[in-house]
């Protein structure tokens, strides 16, 4: 059984006055990425489409961990039967989507309207049936892999998007959606709105942006792309996207915040929380990303961020402590070395969405609205 907070998410969803939904009926999606926070939105929103608007929409889902797919799809699958491992022995690493495997092993799950395909993000894709749009969400989220396994990180990044780009001008698409970060804008310091034009200061000998300029050097190529190829690809900037499937080892501050406040434990601060940015309901997120996908400009990139959730992470600390169920969560503080930990130095990211609000999108949810959800999900 779907969840309520889910099923009122994704009823929300698909009954949004600036997304016309017909636009992909009898189409087929390919999803990269599709077990992770963002890409499995995605994949149940195409689903609960099929299911209420009889939509015909086949759904292609790359992954890389069979029976993860088969744990956060059970609700929306119920009937699904998926093998308990990956031909070839291919095991995963992390639950960072998208990062490199042990093993090149391709393994096909076809249910109905989707299709699973188990396959490295880093190796060619292959599939033999059309594909009229695509969403390459797969991603590395964890900050102290951006140190430890800076190699990895930029290879699955640049790699990995130039294989989704391949395979689009194999297929012809008719429209792709690359999610980028928040993060290629830099470390400003300031409270100025920042716009898609405002690239920051990249340090090319700190390990730590070896996230950051991958996603740099990724949007580039589709830029390249569209330029000498006329492939439809924009791009979206996400800040930081809060809700959905958490994972237990999700390492990001809001969501140890909301799972500390679910248990009733008090909230670890490591730094002064100084940083400040704005937040994205998934919910939002998704909106924002089929608006792109359908209503954006090819070789462009937009920024996304609910503009009223501008706040510091100290500030949002004390937020999810306010409203743990049973009073007890508390916000302390134990400083760490930020080389240990991965964090950049305070920055203050006040993204503008003024240029994807052009295109009809707008955020809906709030930040305590955000985390009230995400404790309900969490408490159960």
């Known amino acids: 059984m779907i969840d309520s907070v889910t099923l009122e998410d994704l009823n929300y969803l698909i009954n949004i006055d600036f997304i016309d939904w017909e636009k992909l009926r009898d189409s087929s999606v390919l999803v990269t990425g599709a077990t992770g926070q963002i890409g499995s939105e995605i994949v149940k929103l195409l689903l609960f489409l099929n299911e209420k608007k009889s939509l015909n929409i086949k759904i292609i889902a790359l992954i890389r961990n069979i029976e993860k797919a088969k744990s956060i799809f059970k609700d929306f699958l119920p009937e699904m039967m998926l093998p308990k491992s990956v031909i070839g022995g291919a095991v995963e690493q992390s639950e960072t989507e998208g990062a490199a495997l042990q093993s090149n092993a391709v393994e096909e799950v076809d249910n109905s309207n989707i299709k699973f395909i188990s396959q490295d993000i880093t190796e060619p894709i292959n599939i033999g049936e059309s594909v009229d749009f ?23 990044i640049y790699s990995g998007t130039k294989n989704v780009l391949d395979f689009s001008k194999i297929k012809s698409v008719k429209s792709m959606v690359y999610l980028s970060s928040m993060e290629v804008y830099g470390t400003p310091n300031d409270e100025k709105k920042i716009y898609e034009k405002d690239i920051g200061k990249l340090d090319s000998m700190s390990l730590r942006n070896s996230y950051p300029i991958g996603k740099l050097v990724a949007e ?18 996400l800040t930081q996207t809060i809700g959905g499937t958490i994972s237990p080892t999700d390492n990001r501050v809001w969501a140890d915040f909301a799972r500390k406040s679910a248990k009733g434990e008090n909230i670890v601060l490591h730094t002064k929380g100084e940083t400040k940015r704005n937040y994205l309901y998934i919910t939002d997120a998704t909106s924002a990303i089929f608006t792109i996908l359908l209503y954006g400009e090819n070789g462009q990139a937009y920024s996304a961020a609910n503009e009223d959730t501008y706040c510091s992470i100290s500030e949002m600390a ?44 707008k955020a809906s949810v709030d930040l305590k609205t955000a985390f009230n959800k995400m404790i309900e999900l969490l408490d159960k």
Not at 220 to 237: A, D, G, Q, T
Not at 321 to 349: H, M, N, P, R, W
Request: charged content about 25%.
């Open 318 to 361: 004390n937020l999810a402590s306010s409203l743990s169920k049973d009073g007890k969560t508390k916000v302390v503080f134990e400083f760490l070395d930020d080389s240990v930990t991965g964090y950049q130095a305070v920055k203050k990211i006040n993204l503008s969405s003024e240029k994807l609000q052009e295109l009809g999108w």
């Open 134 to 156: 695509i969403i390459h969400t797969a991603n590395s989220t964890i900050s102290k892999d951006f140190i430890t396994k800076p190699v990895e990180i930029l290879d699955s």
């Open 220 to 237: 580039n190529l589709c830029v390249s792309e569209y330029s000498e190829y006329k492939l439809p690809v924009k791009i979206i900037r």
